[in-house]
C-alpha cells in the first residue's frame, strides 16, 4: 500500500536545498538544444558549446586502439606511467620540480574542481566573467562564492590590486582563487610580468590558487606561461586533454599539486576513491602519448594555433567593425563581444539582458551563443560568449601539413574553410542592426 501522504509531497522538497532549482550548467545546455534544433531542420550555427574542432592526433588515437584491452580498475591517483608523464609534461614546460607524487587523474578536469572544492574548507575567489561551472559547483557544496568583477578597459582581466583590495576585506580567510588562462570565455591571457604580480599578492595572503590552464597548449603564440612559476608552493594546475587534445569527450583530466599541498592531494584522493575509484583504463594508457608530446603532437597544436589565431582575429576585426566592441583573441577559441553600444536600438526590441540577447540570436539568426550573466557579469550587460569552433578541423589543419613555419592564413582560408562561422558572424552583424 502506498503511503497517501508521500504520494502527495512535491519531488521538489526532496532535493537538497543547495541544488534546489537548479537547471543543467549552460554549456551542456545550449549544446543539447542546438542539437534539437537541427534535428528539428532548423539551420544552427553552433558557436555555444566549446569543443574542440579538431580531431585527437592520431598517434595518441594508434594508443587507445592498443589499449582498448585493459580493463582493470587503475589507481585512485591515476596510472603511474601517465601521472610520471604528466609531471615530467609540467617539467618541461614550465621548469617545476613536480614528480609523478604531485600529479592527480580524474575523469575530466570539472570532477577534479568539483572534489577540490567539497575538501577544501574555504571560499571560492573568481575573477568574472569565468566560466560557467565553477560557481554552481561551489553552490552545489555550500561554500561561499566571490566573483572580482573586472573590465573591458582592463581586458577582463584581474589587476593585482583588485585581488589585494579583495584579501585585505577579510585578512587570512582561507580562500581558493580560481585562474583561468588563456581565459574562457574571453580568449585573453597573462603576459609573464601580471601574473608575477598577481602571484606576490596571492602568496602574501596565503591564497590556494588553481591555475585552470586547460587552454594553455592553445595559446596563439605557443607561449604559455604558468602562475607556478611565480607561486609554486600555493598552485595548483588543472589541465587535461579536452581542449588541445581535441578529446573532451575521453573525460581526462590532471591536477598537479606542490609538494606543500600533498595533503590536499591525498583527501582528494579519498573522495576519488569513493565515487569515481579510477578514471578509465584505456584513456589513461593513450593520455601517457599525448603528455610525453614530440614533433607530430607539436606539430599538430603548431597548425591547430594557427587556424584559431586566424579566424579569431577575423571574427574580432569582423565585429569590431560593425561597432560590437571585441578584444582580439590570444588563445582558445572563445570571444566576448560586448553589444552595449547597440543599448538603445535592442531595448526597442524588448531585449535588455544578455539572456534575452542571445535567445533572440538564436530565435531570429540561428546562431548559438553564450550570455554573459553566465559567466558571473550582470545579467543587464550586453555581453555574450562566441565560442568559434563550428568548422572542420580536420580539413583545416590537413591543409597546413606540408606548409612552413612562416605560412600566413588569410581572409580566403578563413572563407574556404570555415563557412559556418562566416555565416554565423555575418549574422550577427546583420541581426544587432535589423
Ligand atoms: N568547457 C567547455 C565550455 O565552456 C565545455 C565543457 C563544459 O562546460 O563542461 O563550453
Known amino acids: 500500500m502506498t503511503d497517501s501522504s508521500e504520494s502527495t509531497r512535491t519531488p521538489d522538497v526532496h532535493i537538497n536545498l543547495n541544488i534546489r532549482g537548479m537547471k543543467p550548467s549552460a554549456t551542456v545546455s545550449i549544446n543539447e538544444h542546438s542539437n534539437k534544433l537541427l534535428a528539428e531542420g532548423r539551420n544552427i550555427y553552433k558557436l555555444g558549446l566549446g569543443q574542440s574542432p579538431f580531431p585527437v592526433p592520431e598517434p595518441v588515437v594508434d594508443e587507445l586502439k592498443a589499449n582498448a584491452y585493459q580493463k582493470d580498475y587503475l ?10 608523464a604528466v609531471a615530467d609534461y609540467h617539467r618541461r614546460g614550465e621548469g617545476l620540480g613536480c614528480t609523478g607524487d604531485d600529479v592527480l587523474i580524474g575523469p575530466g578536469s570539472k570532477e577534479l574542481m568539483f572534489i577540490l572544492q567539497l575538501v577544501y574548507y574555504g571560499d571560492l575567489v573568481i575573477p568574472a566573467p569565468a566560466w560557467v561551472s565553477y ?11 566571490n566573483f572580482i568583477p573586472t573590465d573591458a578597459e582592463h581586458d577582463w582581466m584581474l589587476t ?6 579583495h584579501c585585505n576585506e577579510d585578512e587570512g580567510r582561507p580562500r581558493v582563487m580560481i585562474l583561468n588562462y588563456p581565459s574562457n570565455p574571453t580568449g585573453r591571457t597573462y603576459t609573464p610580468t601580471e601574473l608575477e604580480a598577481i602571484a606576490k599578492v596571492a602568496k602574501k595572503h596565503k591564497l590556494v590558487i588553481l591555475s585552470d590552464e586547460i587552454y594553455g597548449e592553445l595559446h596563439h603564440e605557443g607561449a604559455h606561461v ?20 581535441g578529446a573532451g569527450g575521453w573525460r581526462l583530466g590532471t591536477f598537479t599539486f606542490p609538494r606543500e599541498l600533498r595533503w590536499l592531494l591525498d583527501a582528494m584522493a579519498s573522495v576519488a576513491s569513493e565515487t569515481y575509484t579510477s578514471t578509465s583504463a584505456p584513456i589513461q594508457y593513450a593520455a601517457v602519448r599525448a603528455f610525453r608530446g614530440g614533433p607530430e603532437i607539436e606539430r599538430y597544436l603548431w597548425r591547430s594555433r594557427k587556424v584559431l ?16 566592441r571585441t578584444l582580439k583573441p590570444q588563445g582558445g577559441f572563445y570571444l566576448f563581444p560586448d553589444f552595449t553600444p547597440f543599448a538603445e536600438l535592442l531595448e526597442d526590441r524588448g531585449i535588455k539582458t544578455s539572456a534575452q540577447l542571445c535567445n533572440k540570436l538564436l530565435e531570429e539568426a540561428g546562431v548559438a551563443i553564450l550570455p554573459g550573466s553566465d559567466f558571473g557579469r550582470p545579467k543587464d550587460e550586453l555581453t555574450a560568449r562566441l565560442a568559434y569552433v563550428d568548422f572542420d578541423g580536420a580539413r583545416a589543419i590537413a591543409l597546413l601539413e606540408n606548409q612552413g613555419d612562416d605560412t600566413e592564413l588569410g581572409d580566403d582560408f578563413v572563407f574556404t574553410h570555415c563557412p559556418n562561422v562566416v555565416n554565423a558572424i555575418n549574422a550577427i552583424c546583420e541581426w544587432v542592426k535589423a
Open 226 to 245: 604558468s602562475i607556478a612559476r611565480y607561486y609554486p608552493k600555493g598552485t595548483i594546475i588543472s589541465a587535461g586533454l579536452s581542449k588541445w587534445c
Open 75 to 84: 589507481p585512485v591517483k591515476g596510472l603511474k606511467l601517465l601521472r610520471d
Open 160 to 165: 593585482p590590486e583588485q585581488l589585494d583590495e
Open 135 to 145: 560557481a554552481p559547483q561551489a553552490k552545489i557544496i555550500g561554500r561561499n562564492v
Open 309 to 324: 589565431h586566424a579566424l579569431g582575429n577575423w571574427i574580432a576585426d569582423k565585429l569590431n567593425d560593425a561597432a560590437i
